[in-house]
């Protein structure tokens, strides 16, 4: 058993200062001064913030990169990158490389990130298409592995890709909605977006020429340039959502990254829901930066902690919301997955974080019941 007092509770939407008991993995109670009435672990939060534990969209969780050949491969994510971060909930995909890097190898990884406390969830696919799987197709990864949440990065207007077809990626959106309609899973595709004029035009082309929902696709990286960003509100006009990429490096930004913090705020400014943006780190993503002519010029890892940065930065230099930019790193992605996460309730998993109210630093992050605590 765990109590923790006198906390701001933003669930994602501010309820005011509580208490709140959690046992066996899951929140028992929220209220005032509460009794535990067994013997309990108690935090006295002494006014700090207590948000869902984050939802980060896309992370490479057994690791990724490799552009710039074998030494260029990214490390796995470990446990404790997580949870200083402040993320309890982790969908995990594969990304350029899929010759070296598996889907048993993403699903052992994640399974080991759940001995922490941690739920890592992960898609199949990678960036090419036909899909490479795990059990031989889409909708039987889907309705046999419970792991497997969605399909994804698909690729298009990248380099990178296999520049799928209207009748390709039609497919895919309908393996994905009925392996995900047998399994109980929404079966969300995540959409790698890559530097291409076309930007997501593609996937309009999709929504016309079949009847998969929009909802079903989730295109990421739609901050990469203000061109592509522009394309994200009429998206969402549609009834589409949308994730920003918040890890990103001086150098692409130079080139034309649109900062995940301005996006959010330009995104908010021009109406739309943030019940319909998400963020995510890409974490232990490569970082490549390419030369007009497709040379590669320099290449970094992205971080876990990018999430965080950038929720401080919406709040403190952009002056955003504190529940709307919350809601980008807590409901809305559960919702986009079809998740049971993200929101603070009587009854969910206990998937918690602790912030300090002035710096927005992570005090402790609390892991279906698990605590661990950073001294700062
Ligand atoms: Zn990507």
């Given at each position: 058993m765990l109590l923790i007092r006198n906390a701001q509770v933003l669930d994602p939407q501010p309820r005011g200062t509580l208490d709140v008991l959690v046992g066996a993995g899951h929140i028992l109670a929220m209220d005032r001064d509460l009794a535990p009435g067994l013997p309990a672990e108690v935090i006295d939060a002494q006014g700090a913030l207590l948000c869902p534990g984050f939802v980060d969209s896309l992370v490479h969780l057994s690791g990724g990169g490799g552009e710039g050949g074998f030494a260029t491969r990214t490390p796995a994510l470990r446990p404790e990158q997580a949870l200083r971060a402040g993320v309890t909930t982790l969908i995990g995909a594969l990304g350029t490389d899929d010759v070296t890097r598996s889907h048993a190898d993403l699903l052992a990884s994640a399974r080991a990130l759940s001995a922490s406390g941690l739920t890592a969830c992960i898609l199949t696919g990678s960036y090419q298409v036909p899909a490479p799987t795990l059990t031989g197709d889409i909708r039987r990864d889907l309705v046999l592995i419970p792991e497997i949440i969605g399909v994804g990065?698909?690729?298009?207007?990248?380099?990178?890709?296999?520049?799928?077809s209207v009748v390709e990626l039609a497919r895919i959106g309908a393996d994905a909605r009925v392996g995900g309609m047998l399994a109980g899973k929404r079966g969300t595709v995540l959409v790698h977006v890559g530097d291409h004029d076309d930007g997501i035009s593609r996937l309009h082309e999709v929504c016309e020429a079949s009847p998969?929902?929009?909802?079903q696709w989730h295109p990421t990286?739609?901050?990469?340039h203000a061109a592509l960003l522009r394309q994200a509100a009429p998206w969402a006009a549609r009834g589409g959502t949308v994730d920003l990429t918040a890890s990103t490096t001086p150098t692409l930004i130079a080139a034309g990254d649109v900062p995940a913090a301005l996006a959010l705020r330009q995104l908010l400014h021009q109406?739309?829901?943030?019940?319909?943006i998400t963020l995510s780190s890409d974490a232990q993503a490569s970082l490549p930066h390419f030369a007009?002519?497709?040379?590669?010029l320099a290449i970094d890892t992205a971080s876990m902690d990018s999430l965080l940065q950038v929720v401080r930065e919406a709040i403190e230099e952009h002056g955003l919301p504190l529940s709307q930019v919350l809601q980008t790193v807590t409901s809305t992605p559960a919702d986009v997955w079809g998740l049971r996460k993200g929101r603070i309730a009587v009854g969910m998993d206990a998937d918690l974080v602790l912030l300090?109210?002035?710096?927005?630093?992570?005090?402790a992050t609390v892991a279906r019941g698990q605590v661990h605590r950073f001294d700062r």
């Open positions: 990065e698909i690729a298009i207007a990248d380099h990178r890709g296999s520049h799928p998969i929902p929009v909802a990286h739609m901050n990469r109406g739309v829901s943030s019940e319909r007009d002519d497709g040379t590669l300090d109210p002035r710096t927005l630093h992570v005090q």
